[in-house]
Structures are given as structure tokens and as C-alpha cells.
């Protein structure tokens, strides 16, 4: 994987992020990587249709744009079961 993290902003184009299979991998990709994932409003949506919700600790967040540089500084969250995850 080729970046370090993403964020997933507020927004209508949420809608039709939605309906994007290839959105939805690309969040579950960077979830099995390891990366940190920061999402503000609408963009909670997506999160949890690709099967995540917001945990600190496993380095998703709904904070802002300082929280997410600090994940960003820690790299990788490896505390995160991604046995399961289809990506």
C-alpha cells in the first residue's frame, strides 16, 4: 500500500462514495494495512458499511485533522483483527 493513511471528509459526494464498490475496498485495504482512517460526518457512513467503527486505538478516528497527523505519526495499528475482513 502506497499511502499512509486516509481520510474519508464530510460531504454529499458520501452518497455516491456509497455505492462505489472500489471505495469501500480501498477503506478495508487500508484497515488490513494497518492504517490510520479518520472520518468526519457523513463520511461515518462509509466507515461503517465497509465494517468499521471509530476506535482510537486501533487508529480510527472521528477527531481532526491534529488527531489524525498524531496517527499518522504512529504509522501502522496493529492491535486490529483483520482475519476477517474481506479486501
Given at each position: 500500500?502506497?499511502?499512509d493513511g486516509v481520510f474519508v471528509p464530510d460531504g454529499d459526494h458520501n452518497?455516491?462514495?456509497?455505492?462505489?464498490?472500489?471505495?469501500?475496498?480501498?477503506?478495508?485495504?487500508?484497515?488490513?494495512?494497518?492504517?490510520?482512517?479518520?472520518?468526519?460526518?457523513?463520511?461515518?457512513?462509509?466507515?461503517?458499511?465497509?465494517?468499521?467503527?471509530?476506535?482510537?486505538?486501533?487508529?480510527?478516528?472521528?477527531?481532526?485533522?491534529?488527531?489524525?497527523?498524531?496517527?499518522?505519526?504512529?504509522?501502522?495499528?496493529?492491535?486490529?483483527?483483520?482475519?476477517?475482513?474481506?479486501?
Amino acid at each position: 500500500v502506497i499511502y499512509d493513511g486516509v481520510f474519508v471528509p464530510d460531504g454529499d459526494h458520501n452518497g455516491e462514495l456509497k455505492k462505489l464498490g472500489i471505495a469501500i475496498h480501498f477503506l478495508r485495504e487500508m484497515y488490513v494495512h494497518f492504517k490510520p482512517i479518520l472520518v468526519s460526518g457523513k463520511g461515518l457512513e462509509l466507515l461503517e458499511i465497509a465494517g468499521f467503527k471509530v476506535n482510537e486505538k486501533h487508529g480510527i478516528s472521528k477527531g481532526s485533522i491534529n488527531d489524525f497527523n498524531k496517527l499518522l505519526k504512529k504509522h501502522r495499528f496493529y492491535y486490529r483483527n483483520v482475519n476477517e475482513i474481506p479486501a
